[in-house]
């Protein structure tokens, strides 16, 4: 199983600031097969990245990612208010399909 | 396209917890249809997924408890997950899984079962 290690876990920051997310494997993963999703409180995650750096349908380009191999990233380039929130990364290039365990957005 | 799952909300210890989620608005064929499940204040696991053809494909946490199936002429697919405990409380998830991508494109709201007696 590819365990998926993100960090920080949470990262304090200000709106207009710059976010860098961090999503590293445990074994080499295909860059098809890296998503990113945000998750705010009470919803559902929300596909924000496929592919390490195809933003989905209407996704901002503040949003982008990056990566290869065992280390991948999430950059939200000028934190908006609806940006604090949480995120996961997610890989499929190995069975089980497996989360990292997420990174909190908060406003410091 | 949208996901709404339904089914109880309280499941008693030993049984089995049963939901079905209903797909609107778009086909269900050559899609892969999944669960997720997040415990309270916790991150998600992927629990499977049964392709509109039927075949499946279950997380080995989980497979010798889990039961992904599908009716495509309701638009359904459902998960049985035998032997609960309270282990087994969360937020459940359905949602659509975009083959050759391998992402989650489409999720239901998700609905809260907990396991107690």
């Known amino acids: 199983e590819i365990v998926l290690t993100q960090s920080p876990g949470t990262l304090s920051l200000s709106p207009g600031e710059r976010a860098t997310l961090s999503c590293r494997a445990s074994?080499?993963?295909?860059?098809?097969?890296l998503a990113w999703y945000q998750q705010k409180p009470g919803q559902a995650p929300r596909l924000l990245i496929y592919?390490?750096?195809s933003r989905a349908t209407g996704i901002p380009d503040r949003f982008s990612g990056s990566g290869s191999g065992t280390d991948f990233t999430l950059t939200i380039s000028r934190l908006e208010p609806g940006d604090f929130a949480l995120y996961y990364c997610?890989?499929?290039?190995?069975?089980?399909?497996?989360f990292g365990g997420g990174t909190k957005v908060e406003i410091k | 396209v949208q996901l709404q799952e339904s089914g109880p909300g309280l499941v008693k210890p030993s049984e089995t917890l049963s939901l079905n989620c209903t797909v609107s608005?778009?086909?269900?064929?050559?899609?892969?249809w999944s669960w997720i499940r997040q415990p309270p204040g916790k991150g998600l696991e992927w629990i499977g997924y049964?392709?509109?053809?039927?075949?499946?494909n279950y997380n080995p946490s989980l497979k010798s408890r889990v039961t992904i199936s599908i009716d495509t002429s309701k638009k359904q697919f459902s998960l049985k997950l035998s032997s609960v405990t309270a282990a087994d409380t969360a937020v459940y998830y359905c949602?659509?899984?975009?083959?050759?991508?391998?992402?989650?494109?489409?999720w239901g709201q998700g609905t809260m079962v907990t396991v107690s007696s």
């Open positions: 074994q080499s993963v295909s860059s098809s097969y």
């Open positions: 608005g778009g086909p269900m064929s050559t899609y892969y």
């Open positions: 049964v392709y509109s053809s039927g075949s499946t």
């Open positions: 949602a659509r899984l975009m083959g050759v991508l391998w992402a989650f494109d489409i």
């Open positions: 997610q890989q499929y290039g190995n069975s089980p399909l497996t």
């Open positions: 592919g390490a750096s």
